[in-house]
């Protein structure tokens, strides 16, 4: 015979629980946001270096070696990861849209993506206890 003590003390555990799973989701989906965010902002100053040496240094852009093309779709395939990683946190972590389409561009404007790495960890930490 089942008394309404044990159902009450039943709740809170499913709680703690469902809670320590939803942890668990976030901080996975926070390593994987923060790694995307660090290659894709080591792959934009990349992109940006080879831009300033193929249109300021030389003289004829045509004459930059050929594996200089390879940088910018190298960034460009990390930042549709960092895009996926970033909505991905984006929708585990409950961020508004706003804080989403802001974290999403921060992979477009060198070294800002390592700026909004460093605050969205923070901010992620402190709200989830992590």
Same mark, same amino acid.
Do not use: C
């Given at each position: %015979?089942? =008394?309404?003590?044990?159902?009450? #003390?039943?709740? +809170? ?27 894709? @902002? ?5 992109? #940006? @270096?080879? %831009? ?12 930059? +070696? ?13 930042? %549709? ?16 849209? @706003? =804080? #989403?389409?802001? =974290?999403?561009?921060? @992979?477009?404007? +060198? ?9 969205? #960890? ?9």
């Amino acid at each position: %015979m089942s =008394t309404g003590k044990e159902a009450s #003390t039943a709740t +809170p555990a499913g709680t703690a629980a469902q809670q320590s799973e939803k942890q668990k989701k976030v901080a996975s989906a926070l390593v994987r946001y923060r790694v995307l965010a660090w290659i894709t @902002g080591l792959w934009l100053l990349f992109l #940006t @270096g080879e %831009m300033v040496y193929k249109y300021l240094i030389l003289e004829n852009s045509a004459d930059a +070696p050929s594996w200089l093309f390879y940088i910018g779709q190298i960034h460009g395939l990390f930042y %549709m990861l960092y895009l996926v990683f970033t909505v991905d946190l984006a929708i585990k972590a409950r961020w508004k849209a @706003g =804080t #989403t389409v802001a =974290t999403a561009l921060a @992979g477009t404007i +060198p070294f800002l993506s390592f700026v909004f790495e460093h605050k969205r #960890t923070i901010q992620v930490k402190s709200d989830y206890n992590l």
